[in-house]
């Protein structure tokens, strides 16, 4: 199992890695984000395992080892450190307040990830657009809590819907 799971992250790691860097860390951020949601949403299982979750009752950490899943592999850690570039970026942009680039990686994927569990679990339904009414405002408040400017953060992350769209197009 944690053979798939790492399996999961290579290739997570490797959709990270098609998300071009721009000017806008941001930006670069979102497209992370909907490219992780991607992901989940075309193999929701195998996200499940990767991290650990039951949203359909599937799978559970390993109760015979103390070492989970995710967050310890490198597979993990190579998909992750993705994100982890694009927030360090982020704190030289000089956009937010000087915060450890580790910390803000954490709490983004703690966002992104409860976001991707709720909408497989389909809390979500009664949205006609979840990324656009809950996913896309939620990443714009966790940026504007961080220091960005409110206007700043709306644009760069339409431009992230933007690059997105355009990674997906050329597929």
């Not at 992780?36 to 990767?50: F, I, S, V």
């Not at 000089?94 to 709720?118: C, D, F, K, M, N």
Request: hydrophobic share 40%.
């Amino acid at each position: 199992m944690s053979a798939v799971a790492d399996h999961g992250f290579k290739e997570l790691g490797a959709a990270f890695g098609r998300v071009p860097v721009t000017e806008d860390p941001i930006a670069d951020l979102f497209a992370m984000a909907l490219t992780c949601r991607r992901q989940a949403r075309e193999n929701p299982h195998l996200y499940d395992l990767m991290f650990g979750l039951s949203t359909r009752a599937t799978y559970r950490p390993l109760p015979d080892t103390d070492r989970r899943l995710s967050g310890h592999s490198q597979a993990f850690r190579e998909a992750h450190a993705h994100v982890t570039a694009a927030c360090e970026r982020l704190v030289r942009s000089g956009r937010i307040e000087r915060q450890e680039p580790e910390a803000i990686a954490a709490q983004l994927w703690s966002y992104v990830h409860g976001y991707i569990t709720l909408e497989l679990a389909e809390h979500f339904v009664e949205f006609d657009d979840a990324v656009t009414q809950v996913l896309l405002p939620m990443g714009v408040n966790f940026t504007v809590g961080l220091g960005d400017k409110r206007e700043r953060a709306e644009a760069s992350h339409g431009a992230g819907a933007r690059l997105y769209d355009s990674i997906v197009q050329g597929r």
